[in-house]
């Protein structure tokens, strides 16, 4: 295995450097009391809870802004992907600022531009303002998230303290994802949309003031410029990527403009490579991938992701269209995933100790299959308490069983004094990985189901949906709510019923074809762990868990 980057950390000291680093970046933190610690870790995961929970709470409103502003499908995904996409693509550039300038300043500057953007998103008037202020607030929840797993990293000094931390973080970050679906629910049963946007205003300016008062500051020692080339290359690589995918069902998916899009990532991304192992102070240190117990969880991390917003991109859609469930009926429906989600986290890095972060991923990655293969099987009529269930029990599961272990890997592979960019990578390959599954998932989705329904809402009598229902019908199952309100004469009673039917079916023969999509990636995935990744736990890289060789 190559040389771990950060040095073995546990089979002997680490170098003088790390030292006085972690003497110089937690000289604040050092001083606080236990007590003060557990407030500033508090603060920290509440700060965290507030940019993970404003994405899943915005998937649940995506049917009421869909029917209230008449947007296409590709609207709706890029509602959900111009934050994701502008969040990722700029993690790395944040993380390495926090490392320099002080993570605790990033952080604060963050929360401000997430509370402003936010309230810009809830006085939009049409799905242009949306997505623009989506992708703000991606912009600055950017400058929030690396901060919090980095000041972690500082704060806690104690390995056994840093676990807890770590778990705590991780249970978090699960949780948060799925829990947004009841919040949202909840909003939207008593007030509309807008009420996503508006809940984040005080909630991150309370956040806001707790960091101010309860956490210290810290950062790292960094010479040279900032790597502007390499954010620029990596930002292009993605959008054009992220792009492409999500306007191929559109366009064609090998049309001329598809395959430019595909042209331009593979280029821009291709030379952001080039540039980070030529340039001296490079955003990603590019020899990070060389160590396995880096890479390969940070690839688990992003299919894991890939699946986990894909599904829940496409699950919406099954209980507010298929299902015809309010946002609150479908918020409640999901409590089983975040309870999961939230008591599986702790127990992954327990078990991790046990029997090694390989096996860990592995289970957790065929658990995930396991859940994705049911959720895609599942027809209009299928019971809740049977086979949905045990799919949202499993997934559950499978996603908390990849991201503590993943977490801990990257996190023991970095110096403490990149904390904030070996925080970014994680964001990042998380952030990459949803962007990827809404935009793969929901794309497939919407080939199979306009294939199978046009042909059909193409023949309905004007009298019972006009040329634009039309042509919103064609693009989303969710149309259903709105066509199912709209008074019918008797006459058309059994064209309408026969018309929402083969809807229904052509959106869930979509989500069976996208499934199969995700169940490949994770069991590939799975099998590339078992053939490159260590099996004997991590005891010279596990710093967090104090293992020692």
């Given amino acids: ?73 590709s609207g709706l995904q890029w509602m959900v992907d111009a934050y994701t996409l502008t969040f990722a693509g700029l993690l790395l550039a944040f993380g390495h600022l926090g490392d320099r300038y002080g993570r605790r300043k990033a952080m604060m500057v963050g929360l401000v531009g997430v509370g402003v953007m936010s309230a810009g998103g809830a006085v939009a008037t049409d799905i242009s303002q949306v997505i623009a202020s989506r992708a703000a607030m991606g912009v600055f929840a950017a400058a929030v998230f690396p901060a919090t797993l980095a000041l972690i990293m500082n704060i806690f000094t104690d390995a056994r303290e840093k676990a807890l931390a770590i778990a705590a973080w991780t249970v978090m970050a699960g949780f948060a994802v799925a829990i947004g679906p009841t919040a949202g629910g909840w909003l939207l049963e008593h007030f509309s949309w807008h009420s996503v946007f508006w809940m984040n ?37 993605i959008t054009a990527l992220v792009w492409a995918i999500i306007e191929a069902p559109k366009h064609g998916w090998m049309a001329p403009i598809s395959l430019a899009g595909y042209g331009l990532s593979a280029l821009s991304l291709g030379s952001f490579v080039l540039w980070e192992l030529r340039t001296p102070a490079p955003v990603l240190n590019m020899q990070l991938f060389r160590n396995r117990r880096f890479a390969l969880p940070a690839l688990t991390i992003a299919v894991g992701y890939f699946c986990l917003f894909g599904e829940l991109f496409l699950i919406t859609q099954y209980f507010q269209g298929i299902r015809e469930m309010t946002p609150l009926q479908f918020g409640l429906h999901a409590l089983p995933f975040a309870a999961c989600i939230a008591l599986g986290a702790p127990l992954a890095l327990l078990l991790a100790q046990k029997i090694g972060t390989t096996a860990v991923l592995i289970i957790g990655l065929v658990v995930t299959s396991a859940g994705m293969y049911l959720a895609g099987q599942s027809k209009v009529d299928t019971p809740y308490f049977g086979p949905i269930l045990l799919a949202m029990i499993l997934l559950g599961i499978g996603i908390a069983f990849i991201q503590g272990p993943a977490t801990e890997s990257i996190m023991s592979s970095v110096p403490l004094d990149e904390a904030g960019a070996g925080s970014a990578v994680n964001d990042t390959t998380r952030e990459i990985g949803g962007t990827l599954g809404v935009a793969v998932l929901g794309s497939i989705a919407a080939s199979v189901y306009t294939t199978k329904a046009k042909p059909a809402i193409d023949a309905v009598p004007d009298s019972l949906m006009n040329s634009h229902e039309k042509d919103f019908a064609s693009q989303s199952v969710l149309s259903v709510v709105e066509i199912a309100k709209h008074p019918t004469n008797p006459l058309l009673a059994q064209p309408k019923a026969h018309l929402i039917d083969t809807m229904k079916s052509a959106a869930v023969a979509g989500f069976e074809v996208g499934s199969y999509a995700t169940i490949t990636a994770a069991l590939l995935t799975a099998v590339l762990l078992a053939i490159f990744l260590p099996w004997k736990p991590a005891t010279g890289n596990s710093v967090l868990l104090g293992w020692k060789d």
Avoid: Q, Y
Avoid at 16 to 40: P, Y
Avoid at 43 to 70: K, M, Q, Y
């Fill in 201 to 237: 205003v005080p909630f991150a300016a309370v956040a806001l003031i707790a960091i101010w008062l309860l956490v210290p500051e810290s950062k790292g020692s960094h010479a040279g410029r900032l790597d502007i080339v390499g954010i620029a290359l990596s930002l292009v690589g």
């Fill in 1 to 73: 295995m190559p040389t771990d980057i950060a040095g073995t950390i546990g089979s002997r000291r680490p170098s003088a450097a790390v030292d006085a680093h972690v003497n110089r970046s937690s000289a604040t933190a050092s001083g606080l009391s236990r007590r003060g610690r557990w407030l500033a870790l508090f603060v920290i995961c509440f700060a965290e809870l507030l940019v993970v929970l404003d994405n899943t709470v915005v998937v649940v409103a995506l049917p009421s802004v869909g029917i209230d502003l008449r947007t296409s499908f």
